[in-house]
């Protein structure tokens, strides 16, 4: 049973996907989401429309949803880009050199890597759920530790980088990881664009053998690690950043 | 003559409709020690934050060693700074001490202290806590240098800011109703060292509640009424002969 009936090895690797696909979505989702949280935050009426509209409509469309578009939709949208561009191009070269043959320059066919869609659609998603978190977080510093820093001569990425971030950060603490946790299990989504994640080879495993309520069991299981782990490190995080006070 | 410290003038500043300052005019050389009197919404500590461009002033000049801080017009938001790098090489050049101290909480007590030597003005950053330590050693918290602000008392915490404001080596610092968050038993720790700092000839603009500060530490005291610098001059002048009635008053009630 140990070996999982021959799956052993493949279904590890499932879950080490399952692992980086949910650390690369987080990584694009905090750089997204503290974006937008500043976006949302400026005095400028054309990013704050930007990004309100980013978050209603990410936040407003199932997740699944969003995959299945992104996934397919965006294939379609890059071959097409890419088939004119090579009409365009070959258009004005032949302009200039009418007797010369031209060929394509970009491929006929680009094929999104369900990894590649995965993380991002995943990032994309999540990153509309940090930059409420975020946007919260920035607003619950006390307006006079940045007057201070303003103050004694800062400039605005120093404000950002040594005061704002690392303050913002104990608020912005327990929001993220609950957004991390629902990102963690968010990931079991991109088995359906054939992404060879642990759920994936868990629904072919089960199919071959026979044996659904196993692999599904370990399936959880390993959720359950990785997310028991996330919560004792975000406590910790959490005890180390606290406000120090006596 | 050397051009002054600091100079003002014509100082106008506004929210909206409502004028703040009316027109203000203010000198300062070297060693001054300036305290800045008015009831609250007189303008004072909007004058004050106007000297280091927290506030942008309406219009008015603002020299620091004889270097005009330059400003332009915005179509929306009216004057604004031209340079805003030379903004921040003179604020970095003018420290402030504030009402609520705004130590930054994430930062331990020398950590607050080393932060501006070495993050704007770039000194080492062994060099920085050498002076740091003294600093500390000097308003007496050497031994808290590892606690952070949060641990701290009130006025242990206003102490520590000022150390902040030393180590910059300001050419001008700015007090901004520095005891007025106190409880009244922690006051005197933070007048004793204000009191160190103009004995030893810093150049210090303090708004404040403290009419004995006023009246016993600086050489010049300026008293804001609705936006206009109604009275000024030298302490034993003004306060034993007030030529306007309402610095009479106030000096009256505040007593």
Redesign the interface.
Known sequence: MFDLYGYKDIFLAGAWLTLQVALLSLLLAVVLGLIAALAKLSHSSVLTGIATVYTTIIRGIPDLILMLLIFFGGQMLVNNMSYNFNEWLNGVMTGYYPNHEWTSYLPDYIDISPYFAGIVTIGFIFGAYMAETFRGAILAV?K??M?????????KY?RFS??MF??MM?HALPGLGNNWLVLLKTTALVSIIGLQDMVKIAGDASGSTQKPFTFYLVVALVFLLYTTISTSFLKWAEHK?R???? | MTAPTLSIRNLHKSFADNEVLKGINLEAHQGDVISILGASGSGKSTLLRCV?L?ETPTSGDILVNGELIEMKQDKKRGAIPAS?KQV?????????V?Q???????LSVIENVI??PV??LGVPKKEAIVKAEALLQRVGLYERKD?????LSGGQQQRVAIA?ALA?EPEVMLFDEPTSALDPELVGEVLTVMRDLAEEGRTMLVVTHEMAFARDVSNKVLFLHQGLVEEEGKPELIFENPSSERFKQFISTVY
């Open positions: 006390d006079g530790q007057e201070a820093a303003t103050a004694y001569g800062m400039n120093k040594r005061i690392p303050q104990r950043y406000i120090q006070t006596r | 280091n927290l805003i921040e090489r003179i604020r970095s050049r003018l420290a402030m504030f609520g101290f705004n130590l930054w909480s994430h932060e501006a993050h704007v606690y952070y602000p949060g641990q902040r910059v």
